[in-house]
């Protein structure tokens, strides 16, 4: 359906311009009238996915635009007044970005080092609050967490894209902040309960915070769930990113950063 002789583009709807929904009305209702012009443009703007993140995709000829006008509820004249009174355009490139291999190889450069920087200064700070085993057992800990959150989306099919990054940097914080209530309660521990292991202390410090902990994560869960089955397309990945990492950080908190400690003063120090 293309611009008829006799007739320029500027005098004919595009159905794939780039319409939203109220767009989509003001431009069919001077052809339809406003009732079919609202339930047609909630038509064309679900079936070119308007508003979400993904690639808009254009209807493709004249036969779907009948389809789709039909399952509007629109009548012959109707949908014969709309395809005089339209016309589809195809693609149009309106801009081109090019970044070159130099480009890239300093971005990458620059988020490797960023996150080494980050790593760094994690292992001194904990290290200085706490001991270097406890900064080592975090730092373990983080790593299990993003390589097990990008494994999953991974073996998924999702992008990896900025969304993603974003969640799993929310992920690291959330992650090690547990970590640190566990290791915190594990060092007040150790100075109570001198005459006792430090195995008997790394399990009295697991099970005097898990309550807590799995309120906790539990209660972040539940929204995170919700954003993944009712957020939509747009935020979807990004809930489910963060729903695997809450999962994930909240076991390994347990089940791999206290153990460490275990592991570590058993192969370092010979005490457990």
């Known amino acids: 359906m293309g611009v008829p002789d006799g007739a320029s583009a500027a005098d004919r709807l595009n159905l794939n311009g780039p319409n939203s929904r109220s767009e989509y009305v003001t431009l069919l209702e001077p052809l339809l009238g406003a009732q079919d012009a609202e339930r047609l443009a909630d038509v064309f703007a679900g079936a070119r996915n308007l508003g979400g993140i993904q690639t808009m995709r254009l ?3 004249t036969a779907e635009v009948e389809r789709l006008a039909g399952g ?16 589809l355009s195809g693609f149009e490139i309106q801009s081109v970005n090019v ?31 706490f001991e270097f085993a406890f900064a080592l057992g975090a730092i373990i800990a983080l ?60 399990n009295s410090a697991v099970n005097e915070t898990l309550s807590r902990t799995v309120l906790t994560s539990g ?32 076991y390994s908190s347990v089940f791999i950063a206290s153990p460490f400690l275990i592991g570590w003063y058993r192969l370092i120090k010979k005490a457990v």
């Open 143 to 202: 790593f299990h967490d993003v390589l097990v959150t990008l494994g999953i989306f991974s073996l998924l099919g999702k992008e990896i894209n900025l969304a993603i990054i974003a969640a799993v940097l929310t992920l690291v914080g959330y992650s090690l902040n547990d970590t640190i209530v566990v290791f915190d309660r594990i060092r007040e521990d150790r100075k109570l309960l001198r005459r006792k292991s430090l195995t008997e202390i790394v």
């Open 219 to 250: 209660t972040t869960l539940i929204v995170t769930l919700v954003l993944v089955l009712f957020g939509g397309s747009v935020i979807h990945d990004f809930a489910l990113a963060l729903t695997i990492g809450i999962v994930v950080g909240t």
């Open 72 to 87: 509007a509820g629109l009548g012959p004249e109707a949908v014969e007044r709309l395809l005089d009174g339209s016309y």
């Open 99 to 129: 970044i070159g291999p130099k480009v890239g190889e300093e971005l990458g450069s620059a988020a490797i080092y960023s996150v080494i920087a980050a790593l760094v200064g994690l292992l001194l700070y904990i290290s200085l609050r």
């Open 59 to 61: 209807l493709a000829d």
